[in-house]
């Protein structure tokens, strides 16, 4: 998609006028969810929202962290992912805020 649109002005032959067009904000772009449209000259690009990773050059799709081994989660912790992050909670016998987990005492 371009950024400007030229033509003739009123009718007139050889006079031309270029019209400048945000595509973010004429919503003529192809963004899909999960991004932000970036209005550039001559054109635009499609920005992921926060935790989210580019699939294709209009679309984002959400981060896993639990799946990709990134979590800030203990070993003895169960990572579930959320929309823009995940939980860490501590396992069955495991006492501690997720990210640490100490064996419960006997």
Request: charged content about 15%.
């Amino acid at each position: 998609m371009g950024g400007a649109v030229g033509g003739a002005v009123g009718g007139a032959v050889g006079v031309t006028a270029c019209f400048y067009i945000d595509e973010c904000a004429t919503q003529m772009h192809y963004c899909q969810s999960n991004t932000v449209c970036v209005n550039l000259p001559g054109g635009h690009r499609c920005d992921c929202l926060p935790g989210f990773i580019r699939v294709d050059e209009y679309s984002c799709t959400e981060h896993d962290e639990c799946a990709s081994s990134q979590s800030s989660c203990d070993v003895n912790a169960i990572c579930t992912n959320t929309i823009r992050g995940h939980l860490c909670t501590c396992k069955p016998g495991y006492v501690g805020n997720g990210t640490i987990c100490r064996g419960k005492p006997l």
